[in-house]
């Protein structure tokens, strides 16, 4: 079994290469979570269930952060999540998955933080997790996916939520997902292709067109995958806004978009790097590796393909974490 390991600095080593990194985006499979939702994780797949879902322990995920120097992980739960259309399953399957988690991070002191689950779209549910979520287990954040059940985030039944959240200035990490509308669009071809990095897209969109964003200004975002297609179609977004765009993104869109932290999740090449830098400095990204869905190597080893400084290197796989969730700081450090 993998034990734990002292957390020491992002230091640069010879090539540029990160010593310790924080990954934002590390994925929980709890065994009960597998167990009861198999078909559903199916259907949401294509039919099929890939190895990751299958053979993850939380042992094994130890062993793949100590082989590339992660010191600690948030974890959260990936799509689909724990919405099935039934409103106390949602709401048990995100409490026990959160205990999990959060067990997981007391076993593993310094190696686990937590982005905490919710049962939307049950908004009295997910206002008590959020509560039991950040006063209890005392989560690093909460984790969102980008649609439920076809509705984005900006939709009006959630503005509660929102309101919670932005009354606890909390960091909210969010996650695309494949909608129902458009799981079965190009038969033959996975969501993951297109689908899924697009419903990022979608979910900002509905954020800002709503006025979300505007009026719950103390929520700070982190969107995975270098933001999906958003840095690509960012122009889109601004040249063919609604009317009301003026009232609900007084700032205008780019100021919206760059408030914004993005992970590297997926994103090791540098089309999609060169667009994200284009959209937000350096202090605005983050290590992420979608572990177990993708190897852990593959964004360790992608962040060197951009040629960056060992200050920058640092900044995205260490010191920005640590800025952005100061809870980070006492287990890293001890």
């Known amino acids: 079994m993998a034990t734990p390991k002292k957390a020491g600095p992002a230091r640069a080593e010879a090539g540029g290469a990160p010593q310790r990194l924080i990954d934002v985006h590390h994925h929980i499979i709890p065994p009960f979570y597998l167990a009861e939702n198999r078909d559903r994780i199916a259907g949401s797949r294509g ?33 689909p999540g724990v919405w099935f259309g039934d409103v106390q399953v949602a709401r048990s399957t995100s409490r026990r998955s959160n205990e999990y988690a959060a067990e997981l991070g007391r ?29 209890v287990l005392k989560a690093d954040g909460i984790g969102l996916l980008t649609s439920y059940a076809d509705k984005w985030l900006g939709d009006p039944g959630y503005q509660p939520v929102f309101e919670e959240l ?69 122009g889109r977004i601004i040249d063919y806004a609604p009317p009301h765009l003026a009232q609900n ?58 040629g960056l400084s060992a200050a920058d290197l640092r900044a995205i796989g260490w010191d920005n974490a640590l800025a952005l969730l100061p809870q980070l700081k006492a287990s890293v450090s001890s």
């Open 47 to 79: 039919g099929q269930i890939t190895p990751a879902w299958l053979e993850w322990t939380p042992e094994k995920a130890l062993i793949a952060m100590d082989r590339h120097q992660v010191a600690t992980s948030v974890l959260s739960l990936s799509s």
């Open 107 to 135: 076993k593993h002191s310094g190696r686990f933080g937590l982005f905490a689950t919710l049962p939307l779209p049950d908004a009295e549910g997910s206002l008590r997790e959020i509560e039991y979520a950040l006063e």
């Open 166 to 234: 932005d009354r606890r200035k909390a960091v909210v990490f969010v996650h695309p997902t494949t909608p129902t509308c458009c799981q079965t669009l190009m038969p033959g071809v996975a969501t993951v292709v297109a689908e899924v990095p697009h419903d990022t897209t979608r979910a900002v969109i509905s954020l800002l067109y709503s006025g979300t964003l505007a009026k719950f200004r103390n929520i700070r975002y982190i969107f995975s995958h270098a933001g999906g297609t958003l840095p690509v179609v960012a």
């Open 249 to 306: 993104a007084p700032n205008g869109v780019e100021y919206e978009l760059k408030r914004f932290y993005y992970d590297l999740a997926i994103s090791g090449n540098r089309p999609a790097f060169a667009a994200l830098t284009q959209l937000v400095p350096m202090s605005q990204i983050l290590f992420g590796s979608d572990h177990p869905y993708r190897p852990l190597a593959e964004s360790a080893q992608g962040m060197m393909n951009f």
